[in-house]
T-cell receptor
Framework: DAEITQSPRHKITETGRQVTLACHQTWNHNNMFWYRQDLGHGLRLIHY???????NKGEVSDGYSVSRSNTEDLPLTLESAASSQTSVYFC??????????????FGPGTRLTVL | GQNIDQPTEMTATEGAIVQINCTYQTSGFNGLFWYQQHAGEAPTFLSY????GLEEKGRFSSFLSRSKGYSYLLLKELQMKDSASYLC?????????FGQGTTLQVKP
C-alpha cells in the first residue's frame, strides 16, 4: 500500500546544530508540504514543492530549507536549530492542484525538541 | 491577509449532534477541507466543499457558503471516538491554509 513516512519520529538536539528531517512518500504525488504544529497556532506551512527541483517558501520558512531531487522525498533541514523550533513537524503530499485532488495525506509526524 | 477562525474547544454528549463552525477571509478560495486529528496522530481527511451547500457522508456533513465565508462541520450520533481536533483548511492557489482547530470532547 502507498504511504508517507517520516524519520526520525522523535529527535532531541542542541541549539545551533543542523538537523534534517526525512519525508518519503510512495503515492507518486507531485506535491509535498512541510508543516509545523504548535499549541495555539494550528498547522503552519513551512515549505512546499510542486515537483522535482521546485521549492517554495511558506508562512514560516525562516531558518528552514528543503530540496526536491526526486518525486518521493522532501527532506527538511534546520540550518541552525533554535529553541523556538521545538515543535511537531508533519509532512504531507497530494496528487494534484485542483478540486478533491488537493486532498493532502499526512505522515505520522516528527516531534523535535531543541535544548 | 489570511484569517481562518474556529472555536478553540467544544464539549458535547455521546449520542448528540454538534456543529463546528469555521469562518474565513482569504485572498483566494478554491475549496474548503475538514480534517480530523486524534491526539498524537496525523490529520486525516473528512470532507471537501467547493460549491455552496451541504455534503453528507455518513454521520458527518459539511456545509459551505462562499458569499458569507462560512463553513460548518456537523457530527451526528456522537461517539466517544469522535473526541479529537477538527481542522478547517482553505485552499488558496494550490496550498492549504489551516485554522487553529477545534478540540471536541465527547462525554458519556
Amino acid at each position: 500500500d502507498a504511504e508517507i513516512t517520516q524519520s526520525p519520529r522523535h529527535k532531541i538536539t542542541e541549539t545551533g546544530r543542523q538537523v534534517t528531517l526525512a519525508c518519503h512518500q510512495t503515492w507518486n504525488h507531485n506535491n509535498m508540504f512541510w508543516y509545523r504544529q504548535d499549541l495555539g497556532h494550528g498547522l503552519r506551512l513551512i515549505h512546499y514543492s510542486y515537483g522535482v527541483q521546485d521549492t517554495n517558501k511558506g508562512e514560516v520558512s525562516d531558518g528552514y530549507s528543503v530540496s526536491r531531487s526526486n518525486t518521493e522525498d522532501l527532506p527538511l533541514t534546520l540550518e541552525s536549530a533554535a529553541s523556538s523550533q521545538t515543535s511537531v513537524y508533519f509532512c504531507a503530499s497530494s496528487e494534484g492542484t485542483s478540486g478533491r485532488m488537493d486532498e493532502q495525506f499526512f505522515g505520522p509526524g516528527t516531534r523535535l525538541t531543541v535544548l | 491577509g489570511q484569517n481562518i477562525d474556529q472555536p478553540t474547544e467544544m464539549t458535547a454528549t455521546e449520542g448528540a449532534i454538534v456543529q463546528i463552525n469555521c469562518t474565513y477571509q482569504t485572498s483566494g478560495f478554491n475549496g474548503l477541507f475538514w480534517y480530523q486529528q486524534h491526539a498524537g496522530e496525523a490529520p486525516t481527511f473528512l470532507s471537501y466543499n467547493v460549491l455552496d451547500g451541504l455534503e453528507e457522508k455518513g454521520r458527518f456533513s459539511s456545509f459551505l457558503s462562499r458569499s458569507k465565508g462560512y463553513s460548518y462541520l456537523l457530527l451526528k450520533e456522537l461517539q466517544m471516538k469522535d473526541s479529537a481536533s477538527y481542522l478547517c483548511a482553505v485552499k488558496d492557489t494550490g496550498k492549504l491554509i489551516f485554522g487553529q482547530g477545534t478540540t471536541l470532547q465527547v462525554k458519556p
